[in-house]
C-alpha cells in the first residue's frame, strides 16, 4: 500500500508498498525473523519500525531491544525480562506475540540466526536491519527510490522547499530517503 493509496502513511514510506508487501508475505511464513537490508540511508530501520508498527497496531506487542552491546539473543533476553516476561523467547512468545525491534546485523552475524530459531514458527518476530544479514533470515532489500518516489518524499518533507533546492537535494540523496 502507498501513501497516496493510504493518506495517513508518513512520506517517509514513499516508495515501498512492494517492500511491505514482501513484510507481510515473510510475516505469514512465521521465519522467527526479518532483516531488512540496504546501504546506509536507504531507509532500512524505519521500515523495520513501520513493519514493526504495523504489527502492533494488529495487537503484537513492539519490544525495542537496546544496542548496548552483547549478542542478539542475550540483548533480547534482556529487553523480556524487563518487561517481566521470560527470558526464553519461545516462553515469552507462549504468553503474548511480540515483535522485537532487535537492531543491527550482518551476514556474519551468528546471534541474529540463533534468535531467528528461536522464534520460528511461533507468533513472535524478531526485526533486524543492516547492509547484510545471514543467509538464514529471509531478508528485504532496499534499492533506491525511483525518481517520481524520491521527489514525492522531498515535496512531503517541507512545504518551503524551493524547486532548486529540491534538486539539489535530490542529486545528492540518488533515491536514498536518508
Known amino acids: 500500500m502507498s501513501s497516496a493509496e493510504h493518506p495517513l502513511l508518513p512520506p517517509v514510506l ?3 508498498a512492494d517492500e511491505l508487501a514482501r513484510a ?12 531488512v537490508t540496504g546501504p546506509p540511508g536507504s531507509g532500512r ?14 495487537g503484537v ?3 525495542a ?8 539473543p542475550a540483548r533480547l533476553a534482556g ?10 523467547p519461545r516462553a515469552a512468545g507462549a504468553r503474548t506475540a511480540f515483535v522485537a525491534l532487535a537492531g543491527e546485523t550482518s551476514a556474519e552475524d551468528r546471534g541474529a540466526d540463533a534468535v531467528a530459531i528461536s522464534l520460528a514458527g511461533s507468533r513472535s518476530l524478531a526485526l533486524f536491519w543492516g547492509e547484510s544479514s545471514p543467509p538464514e533470515i529471509p531478508a528485504i532489500p532496499l534499492g533506491p527510490l525511483g525518481d ?6 522531498v515535496r ?8 532548486a533546492l529540491e534538486d539539489r537535494i535530490l542529486a545528492l540523496g540518488r533515491g536514498r530517503p536518508g
Not at 529487553?79 to 526464553?88: H, I, M, Q, V
Request: negative net charge; hydrophobic residues 40%.
Open 14 to 16: 514513499a516508495g515501498r
Open 61 to 63: 506487542r513492539v519490544i
Open 24 to 35: 507481510d508475505e515473510l510475516i505469514a511464513a512465521r521465519p522467527g525473523a526479518i532483516a
Open 156 to 163: 512531503g518533507s517541507g512545504s518551503d522547499i524551493s524547486p
Open 79 to 88: 529487553a523480556l525480562t524487563a518487561l517481566g516476561l521470560p527470558a526464553d
Open 65 to 72: 531491544v537496546p544496542d548496548d552491546g552483547g549478542d542478539a
Open 148 to 153: 517520481d518516489e524520491a521527489a514525492r518524499l
Open 45 to 58: 530501520s524505519r521500515l523495520a519500525r513501520e513493519i514493526a508498527t504495523r504489527l502492533g497496531g494488529d
